[in-house]
């Protein structure tokens, strides 16, 4: 591996971009080497400026070149599946934006995948995971300074949803980051989700969709976790999370809006594209996993079962743990 690290960036679009941008101006230890996308005029305008770095239409070429030393996937999700597993088969490190896989029986291929190498080599874009707010609440977790934790509650507001946004997408997309906030935050895996819904906002224009709404989970151990969603919100992007236990409540994120998702946790962005890069270069994956990206789309397929039969609790359905991953 040379001095910095080589990163293949696949898919220029939206958030390929925007981690070009962060790697190129603000990363350390690491640069650009080759863009993929299918659209090799935006692949080019995305590497523009960028010296040395090269363009590739065919992912495969850019993995098999000898120049590259490690692969972050920004492509749509349906797509992961056929870029992760030829890119473990080649040994490169991986950095995947979520969902690891859209579906829990893809995701569990890939673990499968993995595992029969023997060693980590993905790490699932779970940003939250690297917010300072999310660190405090989970080290005060795992410290027991203020008892056990009883209860988690969360909101999640967007202002809007873009094109093409479906009632699964309020599960799959957005819920999607609790599921694993969760999981992070208590150490457990979630063991059942419930949807609940009521009046519906003036500003849905997608069938299916229901906003505002509230998905209720338990963990393992019994934390009582709810989420309330607001999508079509108007108003700005917010995230909060109360976290209840025995002798004190800890708040993060009240007041705090934004435009958008991208200013909220640019910080946790930056961070753990930065950790992801220390590891790659010690050789190891220290971030959300396989496993992680597995349980997360498992925990969705609960949620849209929930979704589709309001009020009803569905238990999430987990293979058992590879070794790799204990």
Same mark, same amino acid.
């Given at each position: 591996?040379?001095?910095?690290?080589? %990163?293949?960036? %696949?898919?220029?679009?939206?958030?390929?971009?925007?981690?070009?941008?962060?790697?190129?101006?603000?990363?350390?230890?690491?640069?650009?080497?080759?863009?993929?996308?299918?659209?090799?005029?935006?692949?080019?305008?995305?590497?523009?400026?960028?010296?040395?770095?090269?363009?590739?239409?065919?992912?495969?070429?850019?993995?098999?070149?000898?120049?590259?030393?490690?692969?972050?996937?920004?492509?749509?999700?349906?797509?992961?599946?056929?870029?992760?597993?030829?890119? %473990?088969?080649?040994?490169?490190?991986?950095?995947?934006?979520?969902?690891?896989?859209?579906?829990?029986?893809?995701?569990?291929?890939?673990?499968?995948?993995?595992?029969?190498?023997?060693?980590?080599?993905?790490?699932?874009?779970?940003?939250?995971?690297?917010?300072?707010?999310?660190?405090?609440?989970?080290?005060?977790?795992?410290?027991?300074?203020?008892?056990?934790?009883?209860? *988690?509650?969360?909101?999640?507001?967007?202002?809007?949803?873009?094109?093409?946004?479906?009632?699964?997408?309020?599960?799959?997309?957005?819920?999607?980051?609790?599921?694993?906030?969760?999981?992070?935050?208590?150490?457990?895996?979630?063991?059942?989700?419930?949807?609940?819904?009521?009046?519906?906002?003036?500003?849905?224009?997608?069938?299916?969709?229901?906003?505002?709404?509230?998905? *209720?989970?338990?963990?393992?151990?019994?934390?009582?976790? +709810?989420?309330?969603?607001?999508?079509?919100?108007?108003?700005?992007?917010?995230?909060?999370?109360?976290? +209840?236990?025995?002798?004190?409540?800890?708040?993060?994120?009240?007041?705090?809006?934004?435009?958008?998702?991208?200013?909220?946790?640019?910080?946790?962005?930056?961070?753990?594209?930065?950790?992801? %890069?220390?590891?790659?270069?010690?050789?190891?994956?220290?971030?959300?996993?396989?496993?992680?990206?597995?349980?997360?789309?498992?925990?969705?397929?609960?949620?849209?079962?929930?979704?589709?039969?309001?009020?009803?609790?569905?238990?999430?359905?987990?293979?058992?743990?590879?070794?790799?991953?204990?």
């Amino acid at each position: 591996m040379s001095e910095d690290l080589r %990163i293949a960036v %696949i898919g220029a679009g939206r958030m390929g971009s925007d981690h070009i941008e962060r790697i190129h101006h603000r990363m350390e230890r690491a640069r650009i080497a080759a863009i993929v996308d299918i659209d090799e005029t935006r692949a080019r305008a995305a590497v523009e400026g960028i010296d040395g770095a090269r363009v590739y239409t065919d992912f495969t070429e850019a993995i098999a070149s000898g120049e590259v030393d490690a692969v972050l996937i920004s492509t749509p999700g349906f797509l992961h599946e056929d870029v992760l597993l030829p890119t %473990i088969t080649q040994g490169l490190p991986i950095l995947c934006e979520k969902p690891l896989t859209p579906d829990s029986a893809s995701a569990w291929r890939v673990v499968q995948a993995e595992s029969a190498i023997g060693r980590k080599l993905i790490q699932v874009g779970f940003m939250r995971r690297f917010d300072a707010g999310y660190q405090r609440i989970q080290q005060a977790v795992a410290s027991g300074e203020h008892g056990e934790l009883l209860a *988690l509650d969360c909101e999640h507001i967007n202002p809007g949803v873009p094109a093409g946004y479906t009632g699964s997408n309020l599960i799959d997309d957005t819920v999607v980051h609790e599921f694993d906030g969760v999981r992070f935050l208590t150490g457990e895996e979630i063991a059942s989700v419930q949807v609940r819904t009521g009046k519906n906002s003036c500003h849905v224009t997608t069938e299916g969709l229901q906003d505002p709404a509230q998905i *209720l989970m338990d963990t393992g151990s019994g934390v009582r976790v +709810s989420v309330n969603t607001h999508v079509t919100a108007q108003y700005g992007y917010a995230v909060t999370t109360r976290a +209840s236990f025995e002798k004190i409540h800890l708040n993060e994120g009240v007041d705090q809006v934004y435009p958008g998702f991208e200013e909220r946790f640019v910080d946790a962005y930056d961070t753990e594209v930065q950790d992801w %890069i220390d590891g790659c270069l010690r050789g190891e994956v220290a971030g959300p996993d396989a496993w992680d990206g597995y349980a997360g789309a498992a925990c969705c397929e609960a949620g849209l079962r929930a979704v589709a039969e309001p009020g009803t609790t569905v238990a999430v359905e987990l293979e058992q743990k590879p070794e790799l991953y204990r």
